[in-house]
């Protein structure tokens, strides 16, 4: 049982929101499916890459982050552009409930960093490392991780890929855990 699922029951059975936020509308499905108990129907949107939603533009497929990750070996770093203040970026609250941020004191993504993109300055914070460092940038879907993967171009980093994030589940299954 994945994360989703459990949300999924969670929703169903309470008729509430899950981690912050009720889930989106796409697919209806009804909660019985799951094995909770409930007359209505509720809706969630599909995560999966299998979605009959397109990915956003920009962010790379499963296979080029496969080869990009195996290339990269142990110098890949992850840049995660997602905002840890929810007021800022309401819309991260639902990525971060199916994957945190960065931490290196529990080796949970050791790999990666947390350099927000300010849709403000449409900028961020540049990570100390070489030029031509293999980078993945990612948001909760795709479209801030684009905007930092040509942001970091912009500043003469050469090997970038934009990863998508937590919602392109199969994008994620390839680096989400560096």
């Keep these: 049982?994945?994360?989703?699922?459990?949300?999924?029951?969670?929703?169903?059975?309470?008729?509430?929101?899950?981690?912050?936020?009720?889930?989106?509308?796409?697919?209806?499905?009804?909660?019985?499916?799951?094995?909770?108990?409930?007359?209505?129907?509720?809706?969630?949107?599909?995560?999966?890459?299998?979605?009959?939603?397109?990915?956003?533009?920009?962010?790379?497929?499963?296979?080029?982050?496969?080869?990009?990750?195996?290339?990269?070996?142990?110098?890949?770093?992850?840049?995660?552009?997602?905002?840890?203040?929810?007021?800022?970026?309401?819309g991260d609250a639902k990525s971060l409930a199916v994957a945190g941020f960065p931490d290196k004191e529990s080796n949970y993504r050791p790999n990666a960093i947390n350099l927000p993109w300010s849709r403000e300055s449409n900028s961020m914070e540049v990570p100390e490392v070489d030029k031509d460092t293999p980078i993945i940038t990612h948001c909760g879907g795709g479209g801030r991780g684009q905007k930092a993967k040509d942001y970091l171009e912009s500043v003469g980093f050469t090997k970038v890929l934009n990863g998508g994030g937590p919602k392109e589940t199969e994008c994620w299954a390839e680096y989400g855990d560096k």
């Design 1 to 90: 049982m994945n994360f989703r699922t459990v949300a999924l029951l969670v929703a169903a059975t309470s008729r509430s929101t899950v981690c912050g936020f009720t889930p989106a509308a796409s697919s209806s499905i009804a909660a019985a499916r799951f094995g909770a108990h409930t007359s209505n129907n509720f809706t969630i949107r599909n995560m999966s890459a299998a979605s009959s939603e397109p990915r956003k533009a920009g962010v790379s497929s499963p296979t080029d982050l496969k080869e990009f990750v195996s290339s990269a070996g142990p110098s890949l770093l992850v840049v995660d552009v997602r905002h840890p203040d929810a007021s800022v970026e309401p």
